[in-house]
């Protein structure tokens, strides 16, 4: 069977809890007769409740952009993964490189923000990818397979199973710049490689990988057409209802 197309809209630190409200009432309209694609939203913290009431009864399923791995606890700031599952979350992004940029995200913390994601039935959009550097270094394949077997590291094949991997090009993120289709399949075909080297054919097979980096209605279908891109992870293009509806339509443009 064929791997179902998955779009998910990433809104990082935008929109307070009216203004994303707005938004998903805009994208249930929107997408309301989708059904051949997959479609998540991931709003800032202060607005998931609200969303994912909002979200109740569509097929649009509700993400979170982080979490920390501890169960509870003196960890002021942080969110534990049972406080995404109890409001509604099925995905949380995991190792964005604007955490790892920004915020001290090594591989070793993805890895524990993964496993604490399994364990509470969370699923994982795990993103990974290279800067502008590493790849004129000519160092994107082994960027990617240390981010791979460090954020994977004593992952079970059953948890790796319903994980989404997500390859974001640092130097693609709200840059403008897309990766063209060649190049990113390139780079999606090393790391279903890789995951078939971890775990098993079968399940490098049936992993979605999604492309991220200024996804937009013009670039998607070129995208899509691609063996080994999946779906993606859109930032910029997914704040307004009407951009982000036709590249989840990416099929009718
Ligand atoms: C992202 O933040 O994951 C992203 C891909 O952003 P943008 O689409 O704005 O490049």
Redesign the pocket.
Known sequence: MGRLPFIAG?W?MNKTVGEALDLARQMKTSLAKVDSVEVAVAPPFTALFAVGNELKGSRIVLAAQNLFWEEKGAFTGEISPAMLKEIGCGYV?IG???RRQYFGETDETVNRRIKAAFKHGLKVIF?IGETLQEREEGKTFSVVERQMEGGLKGLKTEEARPMVL?Y?PVW????GKTATPEQAEEVHRFIRNKLGGLYSREIAGEIRIQY????TPENIKGLMTQEDIDG???????LQAETFSKIVRFREI
């Open positions: 990433n990082k992004i964005h490189s604007e993103c997500a974001e693609a993120i709200g840059t991220g980096g200024s996804v993606a992870l859109v930032g910029g293009a997914s």
